[in-house]
């Protein structure tokens, strides 16, 4: 497995890549920010390990890495092994966890990349709270929706929190960011999808059924928890599609909303067959 260094030297320059990150890690994307991927639990370092995201190093108490012996195998990079309190004390935080890596970023996929060959494609607007898109991209790997795209005003998948809500899954399900907004959807409809924005307002279709009526490959927009979809981005839109709800309720947590789209959409892929 990957070389264990025992160690209690809070300065040890090995630890670098996990020191303050309640506030390095508050920007991964800042101008001269590290821009690290960073995973919390043996789950989800577990799933980093399995990724395409290079890892460059581990750091936890020694249960935690012992539980990672078999994941570990065949990696060629050090794992920290120190007590809780020194680890709180570099990090900046108790972590209950026990455990972290960290892993560089990969090129990212473009658009038209993770366009080809899927049928069922999440498209997020201003979705800027981290644990929502982190929520989102746990659903999209459970019901089999092929990729995530990034229009206007969407927080970063890979911030800490993001991955870890997902409980890893950012990792496995690829995305990518549009360079134009909305006009990138001109992308999907070149590509044959029909791309279905998600709104309670009256004139929107039912969302059940609607897989029935539109077979081909289908792009489910979601807007920001609260303002939804912008007026601009429903008009980019092919059809406006609602989940039905009881009188009194107008709107869902948009990875609540999310999860019944994707599953009324997804359910026959053959993700899930």
């Given at each position: ?141 459970a019901l089999g929706v092929d990729g995530v795209l990034l229009g206007r005003g969407c927080s970063d998948p890979l911030y800490r929190r993001s991955v870890r809500v997902s409980m890893g899954h950012v990792l496995r399900v690829p995305f990518a960011t549009f360079d134009s907004w909305p006009g990138g959807l001109d992308v999907l409809r070149a590509r044959g999808f029909s791309v279905a924005a998600l709104t309670p307002r009256a004139d929107s279709v039912p969302l059940r ?65």
């Open positions: 497995m990957a070389e264990l260094i025992f160690t209690e030297d809070r300065d040890h320059p090995g630890l670098d890549d996990f020191r303050d990150l309640s506030t390095a890690d508050r920007r991964p994307d800042r101008p001269g920010g590290r821009g690290l991927v960073i995973a919390e639990g043996t789950v989800v370092v577990s799933r980093l390990l399995a990724s395409r995201y290079p890892v460059r190093a581990l750091l936890g108490v020694e249960r935690r890495l012992r539980e990672l012996e078999d994941e570990l195998a065949g990696f060629a990079v050090p794992a920290y092994v120190t007590s809780a309190e020194t680890m709180a004390d570099v990090v900046g935080f108790h972590l209950n966890r026990g455990v972290l890596a960290v892993a560089d970023r990969p090129t990212p996929p473009t658009v038209v990349e993770i366009v080809e060959g899927a049928q069922v494609l999440a498209v997020l607007e201003g979705v800027g709270d981290h644990e929502n898109l982190g929520a989102i991209f746990r659903n999209a790997a059924g609607f897989r029935d009526r539109v077979p081909g490959p289908i792009a489910l927009l979601l807007g920001a928890e609260g303002p939804g979809l912008t007026e601009e981005a429903i008009a980019a839109a092919d059809v406006a599609v609602r989940i039905e709800m009881v009188p009194g309720v107008d709107s869902l947590n948009v990875a609540t909303a999310a999860a019944i789209a994707f599953h009324e959409v997804a359910a026959g892929s053959s993700a899930l067959e």
